[in-house]
């Protein structure tokens, strides 16, 4: 019951903001975000820690086809649950002075979003999961298409197109499962396991593509990530946020619940391959990030950097990489939160995003300077913050995995403290330029918002436990699955 | 049946409303007059019965598209009152409407291919008359001569279609012909075929699929905008219920000599359509030509011979016309303001007018096929059926189209949410706000709950 709540509450919220109209709708929707993530931590409260789903409810959605609305929050939905609720008060708070704070649809929209992607995290039938999915894409088109920079209808329309052919893929791959599985079809979660498994090798393998182009693509991993760099720079800040901080891991959480368990020989034929692809894209994307003169863009091809790391622990399929992807998650939503956030502080209050034009930043702004030092020293995973909790269980799962790959995503880290050092000292230090005379520090919302932040990005590097915690059981059960196939096999 | 007459007088009753001066409650009767066939329909829900010597049939199928007809008729008339009121002709033009809506019934009720040939004709020269109702519009008049020549010709090819299959089987009778063909399966002759080639190429025309499409785009974008929505809706549900009702069920047995045919004409309709779309610069061009493609999804459903088709159909047919109404609608409000229908046209739409801007882009999100909407889930349908079927190639085209359908559709998306030139507003009236509501909420329930529509067929 309460996982439905969770889903039907801000689409109610949504509505009421978008037919009534009102003039403190961006009050109504922090609050209602609030509510929503005092709800996500009852749910923790409530968790039991064990592997096994819980909250669940399942009735008939559309009988005659064997759709289910089932939906429920295990160990790994609930983490991403708390990603989302969480990040999303942040995300509604930092609009607050920004452009957009009068436009109800704004706020309407990215409730919207917020509904979507907690039905995402917790579906456990095919069907459904795809229509979260997609519903999921129409906000933050229309967010980004509405409120973004230059050239926004031509870049938000290849991020459309580019996501909903994967997206069209993997509905292809869920109907051929669907159709494998026995007696009257169904998309429960656990007949397509079973159908998935029946397969061939080759069958499999075809499978994982149409899955893991989807999944892909939403990351995104090289070389499917085109869209990523134009729609990160175009969208407005909040958009930028929402997209990297969390629907980018819709992408992980469907390798972990819909890829992995479902099809493993595909997963063991194929995943060498998108290992490597996502070690490719860390160098390529890193090598990239140097040379971006825009700050913005900097952080994006940062992004796919991380993003090739996590997706690449993930994929060696043992308990730490996952696990380490997971926290990974987490400290990248928060991160890539601060980061957005303190790049359009900047771009407001001198009106540049480009590197060189900017200098000095620290001797009118040193909070500002602080909280970016903090958020950066995060990014290239200093012991201590929260990132580097999560790269050191990936790098030490890739090392498990293969000496060479781990020894090249090792390089993430060295090239992270490149990019990301080389444009702090270039924006923060070193003189003043015309455009950075007047800079005024943090004021009083931006502090709100980004206190906290640094204060999870030190718990969550002194004591991620907790986190790995509610995750571990469920992560536990799902290998075993994998494992125990894989055996039976062989 | 009694729906069929009730129909059928209110024809009458608008063509001596001019004559006895009823002019001003006609549109309001003809409304009311529908809802009551409405009724009449609902009263033979679930029968199955035969009328003048086995003539017409009306089983559930052909009821459940009576209904549909009729129900979206009924939403047509509500939303282009303007297009009746205050100018010449009005009861001719309601008359036109009301018959071609009698030969479309009878388009889905056949029992008898004289009955086909004579629905289809009644419904044809009312809408040849109809495309030309702009009679000072030269582009009027060209859909209108267009359209009349060319559906001719495709009546001459059905004729003679039929001449050939009686000539093999002895009947006109549909139930007998498929008896006839069951039983001298070997034994037919090779001019019986010939007569099935030239019904499909007939019917074909009708339910414009490449390469029988090139009347379509001229006389959908030249006929007055509300006759171009009611073409793509009644009678395209009426053209769609005659193929499916002459290839799936009377000559089912000998499907499989036309099944190689029709792939061809589902992978050629999907690409051109679609492909040609994506050039249009004018809203209405566009439509018309998705209205090209979306049948070319509805036949792919039909060749994967799914044993739920009938409901799927019907799903879709029904979901396609909700959605495609509340697009005309809004276009057609549009070129009464602009006096264009051109892109730019709908340009700044979300300033102009929120509400409409919001409807016009679930229609569109819907025709584009993305969930929660009702298009998502008529694809959503027959990509299934088409998987069950293992025509993976085709549905990996459908898939590719359905992207290349994205692209176009959401031209006018970004169009109407970048801001506007001038301050002028679009105002729609009362009854059109209420009745696109209606429609959007519809296409946005069967979406969510399609259960019911697609189970009422089985």
């Known amino acids: 019951m309460i996982t439905l709540f969770l889903i039907l509450w801000p689409v109610v919220v949504s509505l009421t903001i978008f037919i009534f109209r009102p003039k403190i709708s961006k009050q109504i929707a922090l609050l209602a975000s609030l509510v929503e993530f005092i709800l996500s931590l009852v749910v923790i409260f409530q968790f039991d820690g064990s592997g096994a789903a819980a909250f669940s409810m399942n009735i008939p959605w559309i009988a005659s086809l064997g759709i289910n609305f089932h939906i429920a929050i295990d160990g790994i939905s609930l983490l991403l649950v708390l990603l989302t609720t969480g990040l999303m008060p942040f995300i509604i708070l930092s609009s607050f002075n920004g452009p957009r704070q009068n436009s109800p649809n704004f706020y309407a929209l990215i409730l919207m979003m917020q509904m979507a992607l907690i039905g995402v995290f917790t579906a456990l039938d095919g069907f459904l999961f795809y229509v979260f999915w997609e519903m999921a894409l129409i906000p933050i088109y229309f967010i980004c298409l509405i409120w973004g920079g230059e050239n926004k209808s031509r870049i938000t329309l290849k991020f459309f197109i580019y996501t909903l052919a994967g997206s069209l893929l993997m509905l292809v791959a869920l109907l051929i499962l669907y159709y494998k599985t026995p007696g009257q079809h169904s998309f429960d979660i656990q007949a397509l396991y079973a159908a998935g498994r029946s397969l061939g090798a080759a069958e499999q393998g075809l499978v994982f593509w149409g899955l893991f182009l989807a999944f892909a693509i939403k990351m995104p991993i090289f070389p499917f990530h085109t869209w990523q760099p134009d729609t990160y720079t175009v969208a407005p800040v909040e958009g930028t946020m929402l997209l990297s901080g969390i629907m980018l891991k819709m992408g992980f959480y469907g390798v972990i619940r819909w890829l992995i368990p479902m099809v493993p020989l595909g997963v063991t034929d194929w995943g060498f391959v998108a290992v490597l692809l996502s070690v490719v894209g860390i160098v390529y994307a890193s090598a990239l990030a140097i040379y971006q003169q825009d700050f913005k863009r900097l952080i994006a091809y940062a992004s796919i950097a991380h993003v090739g790391l996590m997706s690449a622990g993930l994929l060696t399929l043992n308990k730490i990489g996952m696990q380490g992807a997971l926290i990974q998650m987490i400290s990248h939503g928060i991160l890539a939160f601060a980061l957005f956030y303190i790049c359009e502080i900047i771009s407001v209050r001198t009106n540049t995003r480009v590197i060189a034009s900017l200098g000095g930043l620290r001797t009118n702004a040193p909070i500002l300077t602080t909280v970016l030092m903090i958020a950066i020293l995060g990014t290239v995973a200093l012991p201590l913050t929260s990132g580097f909790v999560g790269e050191f269980l990936l790098l030490n799962s890739l090392f498990q995995y293969n000496f060479i790959i781990g020894a090249t995503g090792g390089l993430t880290i060295i090239l992270g403290a490149v990019y990301c050092l080389r444009a702090f000292q270039y924006m923060m230090l070193g003189k003043n330029t015309t455009t950075t005379t007047s800079i005024s520090d943090l004021t009083g919302n931006e502090k709100i ?11 969550i590097g002194i004591h991620p436990d907790p986190l790995l915690k509610i995750s571990e059981a469920a992560v536990g059960d799902l290998l075993e699955l994998y494992v125990n196939f894989s055996a039976k096999t062989k | 049946m009694n729906a069929l007459l009730i129909v059928c007088g209110l024809g009458f009753i608008s063509l001596v409303a001019e004559i006895i001066n009823l002019k001003k409650g006609l549109h309001i009767a003809i409304v009311l007059g529908l809802v009551v066939a409405v009724a009449a329909v609902i009263g033979d829900w679930n029968t199955s019965a035969t009328f003048f010597n086995n003539m017409l049939i009306f089983d559930p199928f052909s009821v459940a598209f009576t209904c549909l007809i009729i129900v979206v008729g009924i939403f047509w008339f509500c939303l282009t009152s303007p297009f009746f009121i205050g100018e010449s002709h009005q009861t001719d033009r309601t008359a036109l409407i009301i018959f071609t809506m009698v030969g479309g019934i009878m388009m889905v009720s056949f029992h008898n291919m004289a009955i086909l040939f004579l629905g289809i004709e009644i419904l044809s020269i009312s809408l040849y008359v109809l495309a030309g109702s702009h009679k000072e519009s030269f582009f009027s ?6 359209y009349f020549i060319m559906g001719s010709f495709a009546t001459g090819f059905l004729l003679m279609g039929i001449a050939l299959v ?12 498929t008896m006839h063909i069951e039983g001298h399966k070997a034994g037919l002759p090779g001019f019986f075929y010939v007569g099935i080639l030239l ?13 029988f499409h090139f009347w379509a785009p001229d006389v959908y974008a030249g006929s007055p905008t509300m006759i171009t929505a009611f073409m793509s809706t009644v009678v395209k549900i009426a053209a769609v219920g005659a193929f499916y009702k002459i290839f799936g069920l009377c000559f089912f047995s ?13 992978i050629l309709t999907l690409l051109v359509a679609n492909i040609i779309a994506v050039y249009q610069n004018n809203v209405k061009r566009m439509l018309a030509y998705s209205s090209i493609a979306h049948v070319g999804y509805m036949l792919l459903g039909f060749i994967s011979g799914s044993v739920k088709f009938e409901g799927i159909l019907f799903f879709y047919l029904a979901s396609y016309a909700t959605t495609s109404l509340i697009a005309f609608g809004i276009l057609y409000a549009i070129e009464n303001a602009k006096g264009s229908t051109s892109i730019d046209a709908v340009k700044g739409l979300y300033n102009q007018n929120p509400f409409a801007a919001t409807c016009m882009t679930i229609a569109l999100l819907s025709l584009a096929g993305i969930p929660p909407f009702a298009g998502f889930f008529s694809k959503y349908l027959i990509f299934g059926s088409a998987i069950e079927a293992d025509h993976i190639m085709l549905v990996i085209v459908a898939v590719v189209t359905s992207l290349v359908g994205v692209y176009y559709y959401f031209k006018p998306i970004i169009y109407m949410f970048s801001p506007a030139q001038a301050s002028d507003k679009l105002y729609l009236s009362a009854v059109q706000k209420a009745f696109l509501g209606m429609l959007t909420a519809a296409a946005l329930l069967l979406g969510l709950l399609p259960e019911w529509i697609i189970t009422i067929l089985s």
């Not at chain 1, 640094?454 to 718990?459: R, S």
């Not at chain 2, 009686?166 to 012909?177: H, V």
């Open chain 1, 449 to 459: 918002v980004l206190y906290p932040i640094v204060i999870l990005i030190f718990v």
């Open chain 2, 199 to 211: 019904m499909l190429v007939g019917l074909a025309f009708k339910i414009s699929v490449v390469p």
């Open chain 2, 254 to 266: 000998v499907q499989m000599s036309v099944l190689p045919i029709i792939q061809g004409i589902i």
């Open chain 2, 166 to 177: 009686y000539g093999a089987t002895g009947s006109f009778d549909t139930s007998e012909i």
């Open chain 2, 141 to 146: 008049n060209e859909a209108a001569f267009k």
